[in-house]
Nanobody
Framework: QVQLVESGGGSVQAGGSLRLSCAASGYIYFRYCMGWFRQAPGKEREVVAGIDGDGRTSYAHSVKDRFTISRDNAKNQLFLQMNSLKPEDTAMYYC????????????????WGRGTQVTVSS
């Protein structure tokens, strides 16, 4: 059973930065996709970024060139560096693992953390 725990959320002003972390316990095949999702109040959950086992990354258009996803397979950790934050980035952010090696920007993921809140004020 894989458990995912996010941390690093908080409140920042527009233009600021935050770095989210996700610690995974249990075995995760290093080639599986890992990803970050977010859900704002009243909106559906959306995929933000995905990364495969070889470090290839993919991003939603709304965060491309501002967010960077990375992973440390040896430590079972996932990260999301968020720069130039905007008020519309305000959401609960979730870490997830997909039991597949490709299409890491898919919305079909298998295990989820409980989320960490990010609030960006204007």
């Amino acid at each position: 059973q894989v458990q995912l725990v996010e941390s690093g959320g908080g409140s920042v002003q527009a233009g600021g930065s935050l770095r989210l972390s996700c610690a995974a316990s249990g075995y995760i095949y290093f080639r599986y996709c890992m990803g970050w999702f977010r859900q704002a109040p009243g909106k559906e959950r959306e995929v933000v970024a995905g990364i495969d086992g070889d470090g290839r990354t993919s991003y939603a258009h709304s965060v491309k060139d501002r967010f960077t996803i990375s992973r440390d397979n040896a430590k079972n950790q996932l990260f999301l560096q968020m720069n130039s934050l905007k008020p519309e980035d305000t959401a609960m952010y979730y870490c997830a693992v997909r039991f597949a090696r490709n299409n890491c920007l898919s919305s079909v993921y298998n295990n989820w953390g409980r989320g960490t809140q990010v609030t960006v004020s204007s």
